[in-house]
């Protein structure tokens, strides 16, 4: 699909040169999931139920960070917004890097994120300002976890159900609140595995497309074992360059309303997109 492919390569050139670049979700551990990790006695399990955690904990706002390294530039993608973790389900304001003059006149992408697809408004050249576009996740050879510009909150807590290693590195406070953290690696197909129904479908796209699946990370949780923060850290290849990524997702403020309306059909835009 032009759409899909071109929007990849060029969302990590964008990352390398340049962005230009469900129903409920499942809760198999129910309230062990949350006994398990207010426990904290377990790292590993604490981690891997932090996805189980996040849906019982309903919405959040969220707060992202994309930031490329290949060739020599970096660029860093920044997105703000709601995020309802029970419909996996969420709306961002992603905010482009200035371009190569120093322009920082891009106009922001609105995102939204649904179970299989990201709806993008203001993006791609000759779309109509009153259009979105359309992109199937599982279609993506990066399974959405850099093509839009900010991995999908769900994702990047799905991503840690495939945790192989974690160790507890001590209590630091965040944003006011005491939490947890946590260091280790989590393996990107075996998360696929271990996904919840909305989001195994993206993740094993991203398990076919990466040369690697293994995935650093940094993880956050509060007392209550809700992900407050986790950061992952990848790198693929893209045109013959490798793109090295580090995908940051905060979260704050459970349980604020969020609403999320995907647009009717007469307003997708159907026609050839370049981006």
Known sequence: MVVQQHWLRRGACAAAAVMGVSGTAGCSGGGDAVADARAGADPLLSVQKAADVLAEAGTAKARTAMETAAGGTRVTIRGEGGYDFR???????????????????????????????????????????????????????????????????????????????????????????????????????????????????????????FDQDAVSFDAYLDSEGRLRKVRHQFSFANQGRTVAVASTTLLYEFGVPVVVRLPDRRDIYAGRVRM
Not at 88 to 100: E, F, K, S, T
């Open 87 to 209: 419909r996996a389900m969420g709306r961002l304001r992603v905010v482009l890097p200035n371009d190569p003059a120093g322009s920082s006149g891009r106009q922001p992408i609105t995102e939204l994120l649904a179970p299989g697809a990201l709806y993008m408004k203001d993006r791609g050249a000759g779309v109509p300002p009153d259009k979105w576009v359309r992109v199937d996740t599982t279609a993506l050879t990066d399974g959405n976890l850099v093509t839009g510009g900010a991995t999908d909150p769900a994702a990047a807590a799905e991503l840690l159900r495939g945790a192989r290693s974690a160790t507890f590195v001590g209590h630091v406070e965040l944003a006011g609140v005491r939490v947890a953290h946590y260091r280790g690696v989590t393996d990107i197909a075996h998360a696929a595995r271990a996904a919840s129904a909305h989001a195994r479908g993206a993740l094993a796209a991203a398990a076919e497309g």
